[in-house]
């Protein structure tokens, strides 16, 4: 518990608000490379998680090459990429970041596309859409929930793991971990532990008000609709058995 207050105590030093090194420059610097990686994965993942999910081609492949990302470790790949680069900016960690953020952006892709409902993609063919019309009308905006998904969980593991590439002298909050280790300085890697962790917080809960908007309006009302109908056919068959016969 006294850690605990020792390290809310140092977040509330004014003195840790000031300058490049503070608080806010090392969020700040925190939520560009999050953001930046994440928009890599993006852009690398999620057209071909789409094209698998809507040919349905390669989906082994894709979930075995998922699998073996995952695996890798996030340190050890971040500096072996700083020594065969000899780079020791934020190129090699944000590599490395960007790889093992591809895994989840890529799953909720191609399994929100695959999920789709097989009725409206073949009305949609059955009324002359072409297969880019199909894509973009009809299976993107239903799959979306799921692809926003992917992102979510790329998020917080980006955002989780970047602290880890502090390990090399670039910004971000893992500058706190890294430097309170040398120093042996509790409060600062405590209060930067938790500084990450509100980030993470509040980035998860953004994506999850992103991914409730973003479901189409007619299928929350065909469940409300489907709901209702149903509430009304319970009602009235009671009412039905119970008449008598003649």
């Known amino acids: ?17 000031a300058g ?4 806010p420059a090392r969020t700040g610097e925190h939520i560009l490379y999050s953001l930046l990686t994440l928009l890599l994965a993006a852009v690398i993942a999620l057209p071909i998680g789409f094209a698998i999910g809507h040919t349905g081609r390669f989906r082994g492949i894709a979930v075995g090459v998922s699998g073996a990302l995952r695996a890798l470790p996030t340190l050890g790949l971040v500096i072996y990429l700083a020594l065969i680069t000899t780079n020791l900016t934020i190129v090699p960690p944000l590599i490395a970041l960007t790889i093992l953020a591809i895994p989840p952006v890529l799953a909720g892709a191609y399994s929100g596309v695959q999920s789709v409902d097989r009725a409206p993609i073949d009305a949609a063919r059955a009324i002359g859409m072409t297969g880019w019309q ?22 917080l593991q980006v955002i989780a793991t970047w602290t880890v590439a502090a390990i090399l002298p670039v910004g971000g909050l893992g500058r706190f971990l890294i430097d309170g280790i040398a120093v042996q300085n509790y409060p600062e890697m405590l209060g930067g532990s938790i500084i990450v962790i509100a980030l993470a ?3 998860d809960g953004l994506f999850a008000i992103v991914q409730r908007l973003v479901v189409p309006r ?28 003649t």
């Not at 518990?1 to 608000?17: E, G, K, R």
């Not at 007619?218 to 009671?238: F, I, K, L, M, N």
């Open 20 to 23: 490049p090194g503070g608080i």
């Open 218 to 245: 007619g299928v929350v009302a065909g469940r409300v609709r489907d709901t209702g109908e149903g509430d009304r056919r319970s009602t009235r068959t009671p009412a039905r058995e119970s008449a008598p016969t």
């Open 134 to 155: 199909v894509f973009s009308k009809v299976e993107l905006p239903l799959a979306l929930p799921l692809v926003i998904g992917g992102l979510r969980s790329g998020a």
């Open 1 to 17: 518990m006294t850690d605990i207050l020792a390290a809310f105590a140092w977040i509330a030093d004014p003195a840790n608000w």
């Open 201 to 203: 917080l509040v980035s």
